[in-house]
């Protein structure tokens, strides 16, 4: 089963009657970090959810390769813009998604304790995890979301809020995911992080693709005005 | 005011005699109401949590009647478990009329609306809460459930041992299918009503304080045990 | 989850199990069970019978209730009439007497009404009647109950078309009614055993009493088999001769509250 190509044709996103998204058709790769850019309420994380099967479409369709919704769902992880952490120790949170697996506690917890190491929070293992500052709140569930070795890995702003060295560590982690062959699409606001990760940029602006394609070429040329002007730093409305 | 100085004198001499009587009879309670509550836990958690977690179509109304179940009158549940467990009815033949089982099956039926109600409106928040990460992670029904119930561990105790409250004070559902027989199923609060009919006021309050005092006890019990669970971190 | 489960139906399990070599159960009316009676006389019965009586302590309504629905092994209550149409029912086979003790009208000690100085509890109903003085009604269907409506019908009137200014049925078991009756220093008809020991006398006082009509008989009614197979009928039978022998009628007529006896014994030999 192939999760890849994640196709979308004429999506169309609606909560309550109130348009968020679409239409918007795109394809995309099995390859790479894909950045999404846009202003707020550009659809962002609507198209984030509706990628990882959280929201439906209301008109058009998303395919995941040959794979159905659940399917595409346990094959991918999502990272959501605010932590969302559990009520039980760093290491239980982390176990978590390979308990929901039923993958046996001592496995589970030797696999817990390699990623505890690998993002930094040893001493922080037995702690209640709402206990963590903001920076290990999100380290914690990116270790939580590669621990189910995930063919596609979704970020919604991962850094906001964070400081130099935990937007650093983040995006070492999210670079290591990318190395083992796990593809990555993130929303950013921050420019220097998509400039320093992205293979390619999806631009958003009022719930549609404006721009796609090469992230070299996006930074140096946009091709639409609205690009333009977001990457000027002006106010887009 | 004479009398309650009284209730509280006589409080003192029941317990620092170890009354055997007033064991057996705080003992009988402490066992038929946990017993009742443990029970109403097991059926009433689960269920409040599926309510929490699940969307069918006479889900407001369900949750309309649990609320109002609440209230349920203990003596018209009294009323019914007596009427089934009478030897002319349908389950005479277990023979439970009674004894501490007739009275744990009708407190649990009173115990076990409150313990779902509360459980759905902790885990309902909770629910919102954790939405998006449970179902991002595939959890099955059955496992957002059980999700739901550990993190809300904390005040689904509270939910548990207000159940508990409403079932040791409790006298109307007791007292019929109960009988207040002595030595067999009579309770703290069973014991008080015999002694306010004969108009002995200091010896109901005595036992009454005691009731009052065994609750307070648990109620502070099970909050230090479950603290100390966890260096108190949840 | 598993283990609370399991742990929960052993505890239940011990507690169903809870069986008794020899018992029955017997439901007595409030009156015959505050009078302290049956704590003298059970303790004797456990001794010479090996036989644990389990008293439900229940008005007469309730007490035939249980009997005709098999609750009960046997009963001992005071409302003959009831009693009668009982056995003739078949709800028992026969209904035999064990004492009686009496009414008394109990009141304010300064006695508003003056029913202290009456010759037959006909004036005295009337008399509390016509002073509006406060009148606590049991209310309950009791055999005290059923025995006070009759004594106003015999007197000429018909409790339901009291006014509640005066009459105040309470719904309640005797000590509540007195409880009730001490607050506000009303007057009541209760039997003489709960009086005497009831400890919340307040400005009540003992002001009538003697009356013939006033005496108030005890039967023992065991439940039919024929209607309910399970009842133990060889206990009941064995409590029932124990009341009746030489020994329980003795002890019922030594019964003595602040030395007054309460009970008279009038079982005769056979029923």
Same mark, same amino acid.
């Given at each position: 089963?192939?999760?890849?190509?994640?196709?979308?044709?004429?999506?169309?996103?609606?909560?309550?009657?109130s348009?968020?998204?679409?239409?918007?058709?795109?394809?995309?790769?099995?390859?790479?970090?894909?950045?999404?850019?846009?202003?707020?309420?550009?659809?962002?994380?609507?198209?984030?959810?509706?990628?990882h099967?959280?929201?439906?479409?209301r008109?058009?369709?998303?395919?995941?390769?040959?794979?159905?919704?659940?399917?595409?769902?346990?094959?991918?992880?999502?990272?959501?813009?605010?932590?969302?952490?559990?009520?039980?120790?760093?290491?239980?949170?982390?176990v978590?998604?390979?308990?929901?697996?039923?993958?046996?506690?001592?496995k589970?917890?030797r696999?817990?304790?390699?990623?505890?190491?690998?993002v930094?929070l040893?001493?922080?293992?037995?702690?209640?995890?709402?206990?963590?500052?903001?920076?290990?709140?999100?380290?914690?569930?990116l270790?939580?979301?590669?621990?189910t070795?995930?063919?596609?890995?979704?970020?919604?702003?991962?850094?906001?809020?964070?400081?130099?060295?935990?937007?650093?560590?983040?995006?070492r982690?999210i670079?290591?995911a990318?190395?083992?062959?796990?593809?990555?699409?993130?929303?950013?606001?921050d420019?220097?992080?998509?400039r320093?990760?992205?293979?390619?940029?999806?631009?958003?602006?009022?719930?549609t693709?404006?721009?796609?394609?090469?992230?070299?070429?996006?930074?140096?040329?946009?091709?639409?005005?609205?690009?333009?002007?977001?990457?000027?730093?002006?106010?887009?409305? | 005011?004479n009398?309650?100085?009284?209730?509280?004198?006589?409080?003192?001499?029941?317990?620092?005699a170890?009354?055997?009587?007033?064991?057996?009879?705080s003992?009988?309670?402490?066992?038929?109401?946990?017993?009742?509550?443990?029970?109403?836990?097991?059926?009433?958690?689960p269920?409040?949590?599926w309510?929490?977690?699940s969307?069918?179509?006479?889900?407001r109304?369900?949750?309309?009647?649990l609320?109002?179940l609440?209230?349920?009158?203990?003596?018209?549940v009294?009323?019914?478990?007596?009427?089934?467990?009478?030897?002319?009815?349908?389950?005479?033949?277990?023979?439970?009329?009674?004894?501490?089982?007739?009275?744990?099956?009708a407190?649990?039926?009173?115990?076990?609306?409150?313990?779902?109600?509360?459980?759905?409106q902790?885990?309902?928040?909770?629910?919102?809460q954790?939405?998006?990460?449970?179902?991002?992670?595939n959890?099955?029904?059955?496992?957002?459930?059980?999700?739901?119930?550990?993190?809300?561990?904390?005040?689904?105790?509270?939910?548990?041992?207000?159940?508990f409250?409403?079932?040791?004070?409790?006298?109307?559902?007791?007292?019929?299918?109960?009988?207040?027989?002595?030595?067999?199923?009579?309770?703290?609060?069973t014991?008080?009503?015999?002694?306010?009919?004969?108009?002995?006021?200091?010896?109901?309050?005595?036992?009454?304080?005691?009731?009052?005092?065994?609750?307070?006890?648990?109620?502070?019990?099970?909050?230090?045990?479950?603290?100390?669970?966890?260096?108190?971190?949840? | 989850?598993?283990?609370?489960?399991?742990?929960?139906l052993?505890?239940?399990n011990?507690?169903?199990?809870?069986?008794?070599?020899?018992?029955?159960?017997?439901?007595?009316?409030?009156?015959?069970?505050?009078?302290?009676?049956s704590?003298?006389?059970?303790?004797?019965v456990?001794?010479?019978?090996d036989?644990?009586?389990?008293?439900?302590?229940?008005g &007469?309504?309730? !007490?035939? +209730?249980?009997?005709?629905?098999? *609750?009960?092994?046997?009963? %001992?209550?005071?409302?003959? /009439?009831? $009693?009668?149409r009982?056995?003739?029912?078949?709800?028992?086979?026969?209904?035999?007497?064990?004492?009686y003790n009496?009414?008394?009208?109990?009141?304010?000690?300064?006695?508003?009404?003056?029913?202290?100085r009456?010759?037959?509890?006909?004036?005295?109903?009337?008399?509390?009647?016509?002073?509006?003085q406060?009148?606590?009604?049991?209310?309950?269907?009791?055999?005290?109950?059923?025995?006070?409506v009759s004594l106003?019908?015999?007197?000429?009137?018909?409790?339901?078309?009291?006014?509640?200014?005066?009459y105040?049925?309470?719904?309640?078991?005797?000590?509540?009614?007195?409880? &009730?009756?001490s !607050?506000? +220093?009303?007057?009541?008809?209760t *039997?003489?055993?709960?009086? %005497?020991?009831?400890k919340? /006398?307040? $400005?009540?006082?003992?002001?009538?009493?003697?009356?013939?009509?006033l005496?108030?008989?005890?039967?023992?009614?065991?439940v039919?088999?024929?209607?309910?197979?399970?009842?133990?009928?060889?206990?009941?039978?064995?409590?029932?001769?124990?009341?009746?022998s030489?020994?329980?009628?003795?002890?019922?007529?030594?019964?003595r509250?602040?030395?007054?006896?309460?009970?008279?014994?009038?079982?005769k030999?056979s029923?």
């Amino acid at each position: 089963m192939e999760l890849f190509p994640l196709t979308l044709d004429k999506a169309v996103v609606r909560v309550k009657g109130s348009q968020l998204l679409g239409p918007v058709s795109c394809r995309i790769s099995s390859e790479g970090l894909s950045v999404i850019m846009g202003p707020n309420g550009s659809g962002k994380t609507t198209f984030l959810r509706l990628l990882h099967g959280l929201e439906r479409c209301r008109e058009g369709e998303i395919e995941w390769g040959d794979m159905g919704r659940r399917e595409a769902m346990r094959s991918q992880s999502y990272v959501f813009q605010s932590p969302i952490i559990l009520r039980r120790s760093v290491r239980d949170n982390i176990v978590y998604p390979l308990r929901l697996r039923n993958v046996a506690r001592a496995k589970a917890e030797r696999e817990a304790e390699k990623w505890i190491r690998e993002v930094g929070l040893e001493e922080r293992m037995h702690l209640d995890a709402r206990n963590l500052s903001g920076g290990e709140k999100q380290k914690l569930s990116l270790a939580r979301a590669l621990i189910t070795e995930p063919r596609l890995l979704i970020l919604d702003e991962p850094s906001a809020n964070l400081d130099g060295a935990s937007t650093r560590d983040i995006e070492r982690l999210i670079l290591l995911a990318k190395d083992k062959g796990c593809k990555i699409i993130m929303a950013t606001h921050d420019f220097g992080q998509a400039r320093r990760l992205a293979d390619d940029v999806l631009f958003f602006h009022h719930g549609t693709i404006l721009e796609q394609g090469n992230a070299q070429a996006f930074f140096e040329q946009p091709r639409t005005l609205e690009g333009r002007a977001f990457l000027r730093g002006d106010i887009l409305i | 005011m004479n009398e309650l100085l009284a209730g509280i004198g006589d409080a003192f001499s029941l317990l620092i005699a170890l009354d055997p009587d007033l064991l057996e009879i705080s003992s009988l309670s402490l066992q038929v109401s946990l017993t009742a509550v443990l029970i109403a836990a097991v059926i009433g958690l689960p269920f409040g949590a599926w309510l929490s977690v699940s969307r069918f179509r006479y889900r407001r109304s369900a949750i309309a009647i649990l609320n109002a179940l609440m209230g349920l009158p203990p003596v018209v549940v009294g009323l019914i478990v007596y009427l089934l467990f009478s030897r002319s009815s349908p389950f005479g033949v277990f023979n439970l009329l009674f004894t501490p089982t007739a009275m744990i099956i009708a407190q649990t039926i009173l115990v076990t609306p409150i313990i779902a109600s509360l459980t759905h409106q902790t885990l309902r928040e909770l629910w919102f809460q954790y939405h998006d990460l449970l179902i991002s992670m595939n959890a099955s029904k059955w496992q957002r459930m059980k999700t739901l119930l550990w993190e809300g561990r904390r005040g689904l105790l509270t939910a548990s041992l207000t159940g508990f409250g409403r079932a040791i004070g409790e006298i109307g559902a007791i007292m019929i299918v109960g009988g207040n027989i002595d030595h067999l199923t009579r309770v703290l609060t069973t014991a008080i009503a015999l002694e306010v009919g004969k108009g002995n006021f200091p010896l109901a309050l005595g036992l009454g304080f005691i009731l009052i005092a065994i609750a307070i006890f648990i109620n502070m019990a099970v909050h230090i045990l479950s603290k100390t669970e966890r260096e108190g971190t949840w | 989850m598993k283990r609370i489960f399991a742990a929960s139906l052993i505890i239940l399990n011990g507690l169903c199990s809870a069986a008794f070599a020899s018992d029955m159960k017997l439901a007595v009316t409030t009156s015959f069970h505050n009078s302290g009676l049956s704590a003298i006389l059970l303790p004797e019965v456990k001794k010479d019978l090996d036989l644990t009586v389990h008293v439900l302590v229940v008005g &007469t309504g309730q !007490a035939l +209730n249980l009997a005709r629905r098999g *609750d009960v092994d046997a009963i %001992l209550v005071h409302s003959k /009439k009831a $009693e009668q149409r009982f056995v003739q029912k078949g709800f028992s086979p026969y209904r035999r007497e064990i004492m009686y003790n009496d009414f008394v009208l109990v009141g304010p000690s300064l006695d508003p009404a003056l029913i202290g100085r009456t010759g037959n509890i006909g004036e005295a109903l009337t008399r509390i009647k016509s002073s509006g003085q406060p009148f606590i009604s049991r209310g309950d269907d009791s055999g005290t109950h059923r025995k006070e409506v009759s004594l106003w019908k015999i007197s000429g009137f018909t409790p339901k078309k009291f006014s509640k200014h005066w009459y105040k049925p309470v719904g309640a078991g005797m000590g509540a009614a007195l409880n &009730t009756a001490s !607050a506000m +220093n009303a007057y009541i008809l209760t *039997d003489r055993g709960s009086w %005497l020991n009831f400890k919340n /006398k307040q $400005e009540l006082k003992l002001l009538y009493w003697g009356d013939e009509i006033l005496y108030n008989q005890y039967s023992y009614l065991p439940v039919s088999t024929e209607k309910h197979p399970h009842v133990k009928m060889t206990e009941a039978i064995e409590l029932e001769n124990w009341l009746t022998s030489s020994k329980g009628q003795k002890m019922i007529a030594e019964f003595r509250i602040k030395g007054e006896q309460l009970f008279v014994p009038n079982a005769k030999s056979s029923p």
